[in-house]
DNA sequence: CGCGCCTTTGAAGGAGCTCAATTTAGGTGG
DNA sequence: CCACCTAAATTGAGCTCCTTCAAAGGCGCG
């Protein structure tokens, strides 16, 4: 459970011996690209990049967009890949009967569109789910740099295997557990992405709607909204709306592992 | 129906505008390491690697593996890649109540292990589901070659992009699909690269037991078990124990998209 | 202020899980 | 070569969790 917990909080760094645990629904998080200071390229890299200096590095434009804006369409082709700089967004595939399969949330600082450079077509189409701003990175580029210097590789390979990763918690999340842990999984991951990023990891905003959320989870919407109502009548969860609060995130974390709430 | 069909049967090049269909459970396939011969390392790459021409390029050394045999464990410090070169595998996690998830099967030409570039351990655990070799390719040399070659470095991220793409399918495949959906278009997936191998895609044997298949497909080995029972008796794929024969591709195919079996 | 979208909550039905018993296959040793 | 033994697969029955359908309440935006 501990090692759920430091997994499902720790994007990055942690070590599991056990990955059962290691549900993290949050996309490759980089903590740059959230001031729009870094745009020179450098000729000369340290030796030890952050993930901070990869980025600023990269970013040659930033974009605004504004509320469900498309930033990439599925079948166009795969170009770019943007960091979320502000504001936050989904990605999402259309399956043929014309429902969306939500992919993925992203918040600042995050990488998005990794899934494009295979066919060399994107293959989810990404929105924003509130104004805000993008940096638009050109692959092509990427790739240049990449090979110049080994250290940028290595950054770059360790952000496409943590979407790997990301995706394998989600895996996890879909296969084997219950609607309450996967919403009280979803919460924590998410909650620590905020606070990552500077802000509440308490108390905070869902910029996505119930349906969006279990679209995400593979759950019915009125699903999520029951479970959502349901932590929140055991305390371990204030919802009013969009807003979330976490008084225990322990108590909350809690609630995975158990077969039945 | 048809760009789902042509998503599920053609891993690499299949460029769909829709990808709500494109549940490719298929790891990265690599068409390569699969005779022994190609172990020297080039020294002036063509201009244009082939999949082939990659991974010959890259492996080092080859490892005999027994059924059951672990190549490497979640946890363990992460130092290499594989490549199935003959018989099949699985990678899984175990979630802390000790089930195991299943994450992903691999059989001729798929690379493995990826997951653990990020945190520099693997994240999974890859057993050999029959006897069989693997090549063994070390990470940091990869990258070395990386970095010389922009061509060889843009495969080798082509090749993570595709497990990002394959975990997306699957994504999909859990989140919204029934269970004789997931099956089928597991069925087709498999045969699919079956036949890339130079096997037969209408006749197979399943490499993995119905309890593995469930975990991979988040459903439980019985209905696993009854699925592939009803499919056999409606006549749209022919079951005795592992041996699976596909008459028609395209009927079994059509039950993918039904609401309803 | 009203309209639309999101959310909440209820009730009924169903898809798939769990538990359990039986059958089959494969491997091992006599 | 056969009998045994274990693991895998099949099949059935009841139950549970979640979905679907439905209706009402709330928030934001034009």
Redesign the pocket.
Known sequence: MDARARELLGPPAAVAQRIGSSVSPGPSHLAACLDGGARQTYREFPMHLTETEFIGALVQSKRRVRRTEVLCEAGDPFSHVYVASSGSFKSFVLTEDGRQQVTGFYIGGELMALDGIESEHHRVTITALEDGEVCVISFAHLEEMSSKTPHFQHQFHKLMSREIVREQGLMILLGVM???ERVATFLLNLAERFRARGYSGTQFN?CM???EIGSYL??????V??V??HLNDQALIS?K??CIAIPDAHALRAVIGQR?L
Chains 1, 2 share one sequence.
């Open positions: 219950r609607a309450h869902l709607t119930r349906g593979g759950l019915s919407l009125e699903t909204s029951r959502l109502s919802v709306q969009r039945a």
